[in-house]
T-cell receptor
Framework: DVKVTQSSRYLVKRTGEKVFLECVQD?????MFWYRQDPGLGLRLIYF???????EKGDIPEGYSVSREKKERFSLILESASTNQTSMYLCASSTPGLASYNEQFFGPGTRLTVL | AQRVTQPEKLLSVFKGAPVELKCNYSYSGSPELFWYVQYSRQRLQLLLR??SRESIKGFTADLNKGETSFHLKKPFAQEEDSAMYYCALGGTNAGKSTFGDGTTLTVKP
């Protein structure tokens, strides 16, 4: 069974803290993604990675960075958390190849609250 | 540039009524379209992909290139269909997709 796991379901941090969100997939997928999910704004891509140590900015990368040292793990880093980063964060993975079948597999999400 | 538009943020129907969730896309290449669903307290998951031309949980979606649409339809809605639905557009081998803003469907008893 396909599995994408995220390190925390709920996280509460203070403004200015450095925050790490971890994502692990066990499907040997090359592609991994980080999204924000906000009511009325849908899913917005923060960063994605198509290989180890490779990353590309998504639509809203400001205030975030990522790390992919191993194929199965993709970390999202908030260098200095701010209240406007309070959100649900979703990690996903997929395999490259025929685009018609590029289903993304999602983790359960991390609800981050920044006070 | 890729763009996906879901014009309805909220949609409410009664059980047994037909339901249609609208999705329009903008893409210069050959579109690859998907519908994802997120039930309450569950993770986002694929519902169906246009290439498969299949019916999942009674839902179907037809790609209309002339109208650049990929509307999701079900003839008789059930309460368990209540969820958030996202339309997504792929189209490259990078595996990246563009998601719409989502439609929250509520099926009332």
């Amino acid at each position: 069974d396909v599995k994408v796991t995220q390190s925390s379901r709920y996280l509460v941090k203070r403004t200015g803290e450095k925050v790490f969100l971890e994502c692990v997939q066990d499907m040997d997928h090359e592609n991994m993604f980080w999204y924000r999910q906000d009511p009325g704004l849908g899913l917005r891509l923060i960063y994605f990675s198509y290989d180890v140590k490779m990353k590309e900015k998504g639509d809203i990368p400001e205030g975030y960075s990522v790390s992919r040292e191993k194929k199965e793990r993709f970390s999202l880093i908030l260098e200095s958390a701010s209240t406007n980063q309070t959100s649900m964060y979703l990690c996903a993975s997929s395999t490259p190849g025929l685009a018609s079948y590029n289903e993304q597999f999602f983790g359960p999400g991390t609800r981050l609250t920044v006070l | 540039a890729q763009r996906v538009t879901q014009p309805e943020k909220l949609l409410s129907v009664f059980k047994g009524a037909p339901v249609e969730l609208k999705c329009n896309y903008s893409y210069s290449g050959s579109p690859e379209l998907f519908w994802y669903v997120q039930y309450s307290r569950q993770r986002l998951q694929l519902l169906l992909r246009h290439i498969s031309r299949e019916s999942i949980k009674g839902f179907t979606a037809d790609l209309n290139k002339g109208e650049t649409s990929f509307h999701l339809k079900k003839p008789f809605a059930q309460e368990e269909d209540s969820a958030m639905y996202y339309c997504a557009l792929g189209g490259t081998n990078a595996g990246k997709s563009t998601f719409g803003d989502g439609t929250t469907l509520t099926v009332k008893p």
